[in-house]
């Protein structure tokens, strides 16, 4: 069964700080897909991006980053120089290549808030 | 594109009462999904499907039901409300792709209260 865990519930910065989201996730599959999504404080989720496990390149899109490693089964998201827009749930969530559907599995989120 | 369109945004249900939750996308997605956001938590799957005339459970499929009668729409109905499905609903679509899972476009949810 796949499983996603964000363990950090909770993180508070001050802008212009630098921090990194953490997810680990489980899966029997050899080919799997994972996502980042946010929620601002409007409610409503935007996708951030989508990484096959064939591919462990480091992405880079303005102020965010992500790191793969197969190795540790993580994914993890770094937010450079945070600001206070960035203040939101993030979450991660993981789809096996086999999976009917393409249904997601979800981490429970990691509440950023980031401080004038 | 209107995208994914949910309606109500805010419902406030008596226990025992029943209603549908309208979910529609106009991006021709095949597959279509409805998750529940408990305060605090992450979304959890309560049905899905994978093309018109096609459903199947998720996680927590009790208390619901669903129809697929057309690739544009997919309303969630709810029988004999309970206070334990107050919630946040999200609708959710995506397209099937030969290179596996392509992201979920979200609506912008329901607000359900059940007292």
């Known amino acids: 069964a796949q499983k996603v865990t964000q363990a950090q519930t909770e993180i508070s910065v001050v802008e212009k700080e630098d921090v990194t989201l953490d997810c680990v996730y489980e899966t029997r599959d050899t080919t799997y897909y994972l996502f980042w999504y946010k929620q601002p404080p409007s409610g409503e989720l935007v996708f951030l991006i989508r990484r096959n496990s064939f591919d462990e390149q480091n992405e880079i899109s303005g102020r965010y980053s992500w790191n793969f490693q197969k190795s540790t089964s993580s994914f993890n998201f770094t937010i450079t120089a945070s600001q206070v827009v960035d203040s939101a749930v993030y979450f991660c969530?993981?789809?096996?290549?086999?999976?009917?559907?393409?249904?997601?599995?979800f981490g429970e989120g990691t509440q950023l808030t980031v401080n004038p | 594109n209107a995208g994914v369109t949910q309606t109500p945004k805010f419902r406030i249900l008596k226990i025992g009462q029943s209603m549908t939750l309208q979910c529609a996308q106009d991006m021709n997605h095949n597959y279509m999904y409805w998750y529940r956001q408990d305060p605090g938590m992450g979304l959890k799957l309560i049905y899905y499907?994978?093309?018109?005339?096609?459903?199947d459970k998720g996680e927590v499929p009790n208390g619901y039901n669903v129809s697929r009668s057309t690739t544009e729409d997919f309303p969630l109905r709810l029988e004999l409300a309970a206070p334990s499905q107050t919630s946040v609903y999200f609708c959710?679509?995506?397209?099937?792709?030969?290179?596996?899972?392509?992201?979920?476009?979200f609506g912008p949810g329901t607000r359900l209260t059940v007292t």
């Open positions: 959710a679509s995506s397209y099937s792709e030969v290179r596996g899972p392509t992201e979920q476009y």
């Open positions: 499907s994978v093309g018109a005339g096609i459903t």
């Open positions: 969530a993981l789809s096996e290549r086999e999976t009917s559907g393409s249904r997601l599995t």
